[in-house]
């Protein structure tokens, strides 16, 4: 099928690392995406990875990407309350086709 | 303009009148997108123009919706005959377009118009 797939909720202590997972589908997919989305805003991007790397690190952002089992991941270190927001992961399969998960829920408990 | 605008940010409507979301992406982005997001759902695609040409309007989910991109900018998305399934959050992203390279597929994203049809 066409979907992104992501689990809905996680919820980690503040302080602790969260790890969000998304499985996409196409094998062919150029760019991976990571999006915020804060209440009421639209998406912000956070980061991407380029299909031929399998790790990109940006500050307490870490991206995981396995490319044999269409597998991507986004480790936040020391979480944080204001990082409590939705994350979307998204594919890039050409010029313009984007691919949104359904987004995963973050919640930080203080 | 510094970031892509979208309004009206909130518009609440009766059912059966036509409504008008507009965007303005960022100055220089020759792709715009339309996205809608319902309530606990991911993000739907809805239009793609690249210019003033919209190669692939495959997502517009009926005759109803339609979009127009006037001097390769501003955007309109416009619903007839609003329905109550109609009620989401349409977002707007704009790009550079077909330049290639990273920097050319990242969209930015606007605030959004949420729309509640009564």
């Known amino acids: 099928g066409e979907d992104v797939e992501q689990s809905l909720f996680l919820s980690v202590r503040e302080g602790d690392s969260s790890v969000i997972n998304c499985t996409y589908t196409?094998?062919?997919?150029?760019?991976l995406y990571w999006y915020k989305q804060e209440p009421g805003a639209g998406l912000q991007l956070l980061t991407y990875i380029f299909s031929n790397m399998d790790m990109k690190q940006d500050q307490r952002l870490t991206v995981l990407l396995n490319k044999k089992d269409k597998h991507l991941s986004l480790r936040i270190a020391d979480t944080q309350t204001g990082d409590s927001a939705i994350y979307f992961c998204?594919?890039?399969?050409?010029?313009?086709?984007?691919?949104f998960g359904t987004g995963t829920r973050l919640k930080v408990l203080a | 303009g510094a970031g892509v605008s979208q309004s009206p940010s909130n518009k609440v409507t009766e059912k059966g009148k036509d409504v008008e979301l507009r965007c303005d992406p960022i100055?220089?982005?020759?792709?715009l997108y339309w996205y809608r997001q319902s309530l606990g759902q991911g993000l739907e695609f809805l239009i793609y123009f690249q210019g003033n040409s919209a190669p692939d309007k495959s997502g517009l989910p009926s005759d109803r919706f339609s979009a127009e991109r006037t001097g390769g900018s501003v955007s309109t998305l416009t619903i007839q005959r609003t329905q109550q399934e109609d009620s989401a959050v349409y977002l707007c992203?704009?790009?550079?377009?077909?330049?290639?390279?990273?920097?050319?597929?990242?969209?930015?994203f606007g605030a959004g118009s949420r729309l509640t049809v009564l």
């Open positions: 998204a594919e890039n399969r050409g010029t313009y086709k984007y691919i």
């Open positions: 100055s220089g982005h020759t792709a």
């Open positions: 992203a704009s790009s550079l377009g077909l330049a290639g390279g990273a920097g050319a597929n990242v969209l930015t």
């Open positions: 196409d094998s062919s997919s150029t760019y």
